[in-house]
Nanobody
Framework: QVQLVESGGGLVQAGGSLRLSCEASGRTFSSYAMGWFRQAPGKEREFVATISWSGGSTYYADSVQGRFSISRDNAKNTVYLQMNSLKPEDTAVYYC?????????????????WGQGTQVTVSS
């Protein structure tokens, strides 16, 4: 069993930055691919970014490419999402998720464990 706890959300003005963190329990974090997803009110959950078990491969949604950066520190069992140049349309609850295979995927169904989410609100 893996538990994921997100932090770092909040209220920020458009153009600002936030860094989300997701700390995982368990000794096998370093063998999991990790992902970030988001869900805005009235919308379906959508893929944001993913990173492979080693951190050597990453992939982003087109909507965040060039503005967001995903990284991980396996020694700290933590994955990060650095969000720059934030826009009001980035407002959502952000979730981290763990895929018990090692390789990146954008499919929600491939992720086995999910955090509780952290709210990000971007004001215009």
């Amino acid at each position: 069993q893996v538990q994921l706890v997100e932090s770092g959300g909040g209220l920020v003005q458009a153009g600002g930055s936030l860094r989300l963190s997701c700390e995982a329990s368990g000794r096998t974090f370093s063998s999991y691919a990790m992902g970030w997803f988001r869900q805005a009110p009235g919308k379906e959950r959508e893929f944001v970014a993913t990173i492979s078990w080693s951190g050597g491969s990453t992939y982003y949604a087109d909507s965040v490419q060039g503005r967001f950066s995903i990284s991980r520190d396996n020694a700290k069992n933590t994955v990060y999402l650095q969000m720059n140049s934030l826009k009001p349309e980035d407002t959502a609850v952000y979730y981290c998720a763990a895929d018990t295979t090692r390789y990146i995927t954008i499919r929600i169904v491939d992720y086995d464990y999910w955090g509780q989410g952290t709210q990000v609100t971007v004001s215009s």
